[in-house]
């Protein structure tokens, strides 16, 4: 029985089956959703793996990479730097080292000289030289002073010019008397010249190319050189010492020989031509004694650094020496006069070696007649006074 107005629900059948397969169903999709996302998550989790592992793995590539950018750029920086360094370090020594004659220990020269002054037999002409025996090789000037010296005057040439200039002695034996040789003060843009038949050393103007005055009094004299601090060595006295005169105080000072000739090794006989180092040794052609002597600074007695006392053209001996050089090896290169050549002795050699002329005296481009000065340019070029061929030689060094 029911009340009134009360519902009454109405009656369902159910299906089992049908639920269960329903409920079945939405257990099998709800487990595949599971999988799938249970798969899409490891796929997300691996992805984020496979991410994690390459981004850093990138990075230290990545890294890597720029440093050695990084590492080869500074290494062309230093490699740069480096060469810069090595070009401006060898610039610099080559500056610094140009004077002081920078050629290898076994240097040679080509045997054929080339004529740069005179060579058209004996005369006053200026194309002409008569019995030359000093030279000063100026670089600056880019010119070779010569003590031409029985046309009684001082000739300038220019490098490849075909005649010279007179700069001294220009009215001739009245005005200079036998110049033997000759230097160049560059501090008083001068010449000092030894005026041998005079027996004095008289100092010249290059400017007016007038007598300045006398810096040496009744001496005789043959050779002369200034030192870097402007000091004068003259070989005086009969040619049988050498005096220092400094220009500050005119003080003279015997600094190898003595008044007296000889053979000891105190002794000169015949000093002529000279070569002060950098440490102030003085080299002496002992002319007369066949030897070249070597007086260190302050020293009372002196070495025999070529030749020996008896003249001779062997190798180990020097016939009447006259003009001398030092290299930066301490090497010997002597003008032996007799032996019409030059001769170059190693430090400490017993004898020495022929690197120009020796071909007997002659005219030709290989021989030599009598040399007296020679000097060095600063290319390492070697310039001969060719006396009695009445010429100046150049001899190139030789590259090869």
Request: net charge negative.
């Amino acid at each position: 029985m029911h009340k009134k107005n009360e519902v009454v629900p109405e009656a369902h059948s159910i299906d089992l089956d049908t639920t269960q397969t329903s409920v079945t169903t939405q257990s099998r999709y709800s487990c595949e959703d599971f999988r799938r996302k249970k798969i899409i998550w490891i796929i997300i989790i691996i992805t984020i793996i496979i991410i994690l592992a390459i981004i850093p793995t990138t990075i230290i590539l990545t890294r890597k990479k720029n440093l050695e950018k990084i590492s080869m750029l500074e290494t062309t920086s230093i490699t740069t730097e480096i060469s810069i360094t090595t070009e401006i370090t060898t610039e610099s020594l080559e500056t610094t080292t140009n004077d002081r004659l920078v050629f290898p220990i076994n240097a040679k020269w080509k045997q054929n000289g080339v004529t740069i002054a005179g060579g058209h037999k004996n005369g006053n002409g200026l194309n002409q030289l008569n019995e030359p025996y000093g030279i000063y090789v100026d670089d600056d000037e880019r010119a070779v002073y010569i003590a031409d010296t029985m046309n009684n005057r001082v000739v300038q040439w220019k490098f490849r010019a075909t005649s010279g200039e007179i700069i001294a002695g220009e009215n001739g034996i009245d005005e200079l008397s036998a110049p033997t040789d000759v230097t160049v003060d560059k501090k008083n843009n001068s010449l000092i010249i030894c005026e041998q038949w005079r027996s004095q050393v008289v100092r010249w103007s290059r400017r007016s190319r007038r007598k300045q005055g006398i810096i040496i009094h009744d001496t005789t004299c043959f050779g002369l050189v200034m030192d870097d601090n402007g000091d004068l060595y003259v070989s005086t006295d009969n040619y049988n010492s050498v005096k220092r005169w400094r220009e500050g105080d005119g003080s003279w000072t015997i600094v190898a020989g003595g008044d007296i000739e000889g053979n000891g090794l105190d002794k000169l006989y015949a000093a002529r031509f000279l070569f002060v180092d950098q440490t102030y040794s003085i080299y002496v052609s002992d002319t007369c004694n066949n030897r070249v002597m070597k007086w260190a600074k302050d020293a009372k007695v002196g070495e025999v650094v070529a030749g020996a006392f008896i003249e001779g053209t062997d190798l180990n001996q020097l016939y009447e020496p006259a003009g001398v050089l030092v290299d930066r090896f301490n090497s010997v290169y002597v003008a032996d006069t007799g032996g019409h050549r030059i001769i170059r002795w190693s430090s400490g050699a017993t004898e020495g070696e022929i690197i120009l002329g020796g071909n007997e005296q002659g005219t030709q481009a290989n021989q030599l007649n009598y040399p007296q000065e020679i000097s060095f340019d600063r290319q390492g070029n070697l310039y001969v006074v060719d006396r009695l061929n009445h010429r100046i030689q150049k001899f190139d060094l030789d590259s090869s």
